[in-house]
């Protein structure tokens, strides 16, 4: 009699273990799915805000860096390259007349020594 009620209590526990395991997988694969589904749209929505808000963000800072760049080019040659030619030139002119004015004064130290 208690061989037989033992018999039975595991019969009950296993076939409650067998339901417990298939909703338990049933589950499991429910959350997987949402799992899945919500990871897609996050790459899509990642995606999209790539393409929708940084490239073009992208594209107009590429273009200012462009722009600079030309605007620096501009300076350099129109500006900054003829003031230096001319600052060199001065300096050319200055060294040459203080040589033939004798006032070359470059080696001597100051203070007789």
């Known amino acids: 009699m208690v061989l037989s009620a033992l ?3 595991r019969d009950v526990v296993l076939v409650v273990w067998g339901v417990l395991s298939i909703v338990l997988l049933a589950a499991l694969l429910v959350v997987t799915i949402v799992l899945g589904v919500t990871i897609k749209r996050l ?4 995606n999209r805000t790539l393409h ?3 490239m073009p963000m992208l594209e107009s800072a590429k273009e200012t860096v462009d ?7 501009y300076v350099s040659d129109a500006l900054v390259n003829p003031i230096i030619r001319a600052s060199a030139a001065l300096a050319g002119a200055r060294r040459f007349t203080s040589s033939l004015l004798g006032f070359g004064g470059r080696g001597k130290k100051k203070g007789g020594r």
């Open 7 to 9: 018999t039975s209590v």
């Open 43 to 46: 790459v899509e929505s990642v």
């Open 52 to 54: 929708e808000g940084v």
């Open 67 to 73: 722009t600079v760049s030309g605007t620096t080019r």
